[in-house]
């Protein structure tokens, strides 16, 4: 059986009342859903590499925030500020690598003048981090050239203390420490908000123009090293060998003395002795002793013995027998 119109209408009635009263609860949903999503979109994460600054309205709420998790007031009344903390950021002072390779270095920017009034070229590479957060962000409005700058006036100071053989050879790693620590203290002045990290003199070289001339002076340097090393290593054999020999005559001197005084001791006390025995028969010892000499002077000859009364005595004296 089908309604009739007056029935139709009536539901219709009904059925637009529940509409028109369902759509202000439906409406209210979606606007505390976008609420929610709102204040949701104040939670943000700081990574362990990582610190953050908060801002509300342009002034600072919050100057360092820590790597976790956080809340702050939904966008546009607090903004949040991330920066890589632990990132090292490299800096070239004197030029790029490769424009030092193809000979396009800034001549300017890289030359520095010694304490001895000599130019020399330098490359240095800087690597710095952000110290401060607050300040890294706020206070620098280029903190690449306000590090360049710090960097450069302290090397500057620390060259012209030096004379240019220093800077070139033994005064490298002194220039280092001291440039980073000066560095360092002029930003901190100035409160940029950079952690100095390394400097590091990666070149220096006398310009090209004097690049022989120094060449030169390297070389004869390295000659006279050369010539004074073989010198000392000559002395050092030499001297101790001589020494050597000096002891050696001194010790065969002393023997050859003691040797003499010995032999001149012996004869003398032999010849005691034997005058001692030529005194109790001086005829007898006298004549053999005689003997003995000729003996000893003339062997294997034929001798002829005349007596005290020139009687004439041949006799063949052979080696071992002396007759009358």
Do not use: C
């Not at 089908?2 to 606007?31: F, G």
């Not at 490359?123 to 401060?132: A, D, F, K, L, T």
């Not at 800077?167 to 280092?176: A, N, P, R, W």
């Amino acid at each position: 059986m089908s309604a009739s119109p007056a029935q139709a209408k009536a539901q219709l009635d009904v059925v637009e009342r529940q509409l028109a009263s369902s759509r202000p609860s439906r409406r209210n949903q979606v606007v505390g859903g976008v609420l929610l999503l709102w204040f949701l979109s104040g939670v943000y994460i700081v990574r362990t590499d990582q610190q953050a600054v908060v801002t509300r309205f342009g002034a600072v709420a919050d100057p360092r925030v820590m790597p976790g998790i956080h809340i702050a007031l939904p966008w546009p009344v607090d903004r949040v500020s991330k920066l890589k903390v632990q990132q090292l950021q490299r800096l070239v002072i004197g030029g790029e690598m490769p424009d030092t390779v193809t000979g396009r270095a800034q001549p300017l920017q890289s030359q520095f003048l010694t304490g001895d009034k000599n130019i020399i070229s330098m490359r240095v590479v800087v690597q710095y981090s952000v110290g401060v957060p607050v300040d890294y962000l706020f206070r620098n409005e280029n903190v690449a050239r306000s590090v360049s700058g710090a960097v450069e006036t302290a090397l500057a100071e620390r060259i012209a203390a030096r004379n240019v053989d220093a800077v070139l050879t033994t005064e490298k790693q002194s220039i280092q420490d001291e440039v980073r620590a000066g560095a360092q203290r002029i930003l901190n002045d100035y409160r940029t908000g950079v952690q100095l990290s390394t400097i590091n003199i990666e070149s220096a070289v006398p310009p090209p123009e004097a690049a022989d001339a120094f060449r030169d002076v390297a070389s004869a340097r390295a000659d006279s090293s050369r010539i004074v090393s073989e010198a000392q290593g000559y002395s050092n054999d030499v001297i101790p060998k001589a020494r050597g020999q000096a002891q050696q005559m001194l010790e065969a001197a002393q023997a050859y003395k003691e040797k003499k005084i010995n032999e001149a001791q012996g004869d003398a006390a032999r010849f005691i002795e034997v005058a001692a025995e030529y005194a109790k028969a001086t005829e007898v010892n006298g004549e053999r002793l005689y003997l003995e000499t000729m003996e000893q002077i003339l062997p294997k000859i034929k001798k002829l013995i005349v007596d005290k009364n020139g009687n004439l005595d041949l006799t063949i004296i052979r080696k071992g027998d002396v007759a009358k």
